[in-house]
Structures are given as structure tokens and as C-alpha cells.
């Protein structure tokens, strides 16, 4: 079994940059895929970002690419989320997720996750 958890996030203006970190207990790190989804008040829970394995492969929701990267250090058991010109309609609550599943195909559906973290609140101000 795989505890996640979530810290990083903030309150930051239109076109501020934070960054996520996702820390992973256990020694299995490495065998999941994982990814970061958000949900914003009042929406359902979205696809933000995935890495896999290895950490030569990355997925991104098209309203993000170019503006947040997802990485890991499997030595340190942590995935990050690294967000840049951020704008306020990425308010919302982030979370990460670890996955078993092989295929990028499946990343971005929340179904394939098998662990959750409670997630992390990031609020940004126009």
C-alpha cells in the first residue's frame, strides 16, 4: 500500500508560479505511474498531469502544457508538480494519485489511480 501526501500549495497572483510535492511512503515507489488531478468548487475532479514509471514519459491536460511540469525523484519517493503563470481559473484543490496501470493511454482517467493523497489547496488571485 502506498500513503500519499500532498504540500506546496498557496495563495499566488495571476502569473505566479508555485510548486507541488507529493511524498510517497513505502518502498514501491518506483512501480507506480503517477499523476496529478484538481478539483475546482462546484466541477468535477479533472486530469492535470502524469509521469510514468521512469520518469521519461509525461502527460499534461491541453489548458496546462507549456505552463506546468510533473516530475519525480524515485530516490526521494516525491513527484512534483511545478506550476508557472498560473491564472485563476487554476484555483481549485490539486491531488496526487499512483497508478499501477502500464499504459499512458490510461493516465489521465482517475479510475486507473489506485492511491489518493487529500490534496493540497492552491488559490490564485486576478
Known amino acids: 500500500q502506498v500513503q500519499l501526501g500532498e504540500s506546496g500549495g498557496g495563495l499566488v497572483q495571476s502569473g505566479g508560479s508555485l510548486r507541488l510535492s507529493c511524498a510517497a511512503s513505502?518502498?514501491?515507489?518506483?512501480?507506480?505511474?503517477m499523476g496529478w488531478f484538481r478539483q475546482a468548487p462546484g466541477k468535477e475532479r479533472e486530469f492535470v498531469a502524469a509521469?510514468?514509471?521512469?520518469?521519461?514519459?509525461?502527460y499534461y491536460t491541453d489548458s496546462v502544457k507549456g505552463r506546468f511540469t510533473i516530475s519525480r525523484d524515485n530516490a526521494k519517493n516525491t513527484v512534483y508538480l511545478q506550476m508557472n503563470s498560473l491564472k485563476p481559473e487554476d484555483t481549485a484543490v490539486y491531488y496526487c494519485?499512483?497508478?499501477?496501470?502500464?499504459?499512458?493511454?490510461?493516465?489521465?482517467?482517475?479510475?486507473?489511480?489506485?492511491?489518493w493523497g487529500q490534496g493540497t489547496q492552491v488559490t490564485v488571485s486576478s
Open positions: 494519485a499512483a497508478a499501477t496501470v502500464f499504459s499512458g493511454t490510461y493516465l489521465s482517467y482517475d479510475s486507473s489511480y489506485d492511491y
Open positions: 513505502g518502498r514501491t515507489f518506483s512501480s507506480y505511474a
Open positions: 509521469i510514468n514509471r521512469s520518469g521519461d514519459r509525461t
